[in-house]
């Protein structure tokens, strides 16, 4: 079956610290890849995507590259803010994301100042 | 951006009742909503595809006849938790998808969070 595997936290960063969230992912087909981050009291907001393998998805200085080979689609931000606290969920769709999305448990990050 | 809304945001009842959840877009036209479940410390899990104007279609060991999904019109579909008990205790979330400029994304409602007692 499909399947999405990620770091599990709680993580906490100081400000302009190295971010990397790993995720693995299993599926039958050639799934697209997504990270979607749910912001506190807010709903889950698509942070980037990637729909073939070795896409680089990025956003809000945040990026993930596609990685057929491994499986992965990893996130990283080379400085953190503490705008960046959040909960970030690592998602793969076999339909392109207009479909179902089958979810990571989530990470939450916590950025201090 | 496109806006999904639910109400209520946190609701508590009773072992035994029902509870009906909503979920909106807000500045768009959504043929396709989802509802999702969440544990604590889980991934959110797809429950039902709601279709405007037609059933809904449930994932595998989802209960049909407990989770009554109404979709009635372009903006809005509701979830109808039945007979709730304790176990029925979670976070939903709904999500609905935009079509524009010739792609598509899903959005995401903010959840409600259902506590039996």
């Known amino acids: 079956g499909n399947s999405v595997t990620q770091m599990e936290g709680p993580v906490t960063l100081s400000e302009e610290a190295f971010l990397t969230i790993n995720c693995t992912y299993t599926a039958t087909g050639y799934p697209s890849l997504f990270w979607y981050v749910q912001y506190p009291g807010e709903g889950l907001q698509l942070l980037l995507k990637?729909?073939?393998?070795?896409d680089k998805g990025s956003n809000k200085g945040f990026e993930a590259t596609y990685r057929k080979e491994t499986t992965s689609f990893h996130l990283e931000k080379g400085s953190v803010q503490v705008s960046d606290s959040a909960v970030y969920f690592c998602a793969l769709s076999l339909q392109g994301g207009s479909e179902k999305l089958v979810f990571g448990k989530g990470m939450k990050l916590t950025v201090n100042p | 951006g496109a806006v999904v809304s639910q109400h209520p945001s946190w609701v508590i009842c009773k072992s035994g009742t029902s509870v009906k959840i909503e979920c909106r877009s807000l500045d768009f036209q959504a043929t396709t909503m989802f509802w999702y479940r969440q544990f604590p410390k889980q991934s959110l899990m797809l429950m039902a595809t709601s279709n405007e104007g037609s059933k809904a279609t449930y994932e595998q060991g989802v209960e049909k006849d407990k989770f009554l999904i109404n979709h009635a019109s372009l903006t809005l579909s509701t979830l109808t938790v039945t007979s709730a008990h304790p176990e029925d205790s979670s976070f939903y979330i709904c999500?609905?998808?935009?079509w524009g400029a010739g792609s598509y994304e899903q959005y995401f409602g903010p959840g409600t969070r259902l506590t039996v007692t």
């Open positions: 999500s609905a998808i935009y």
């Open positions: 990637a729909t073939k393998a070795d």
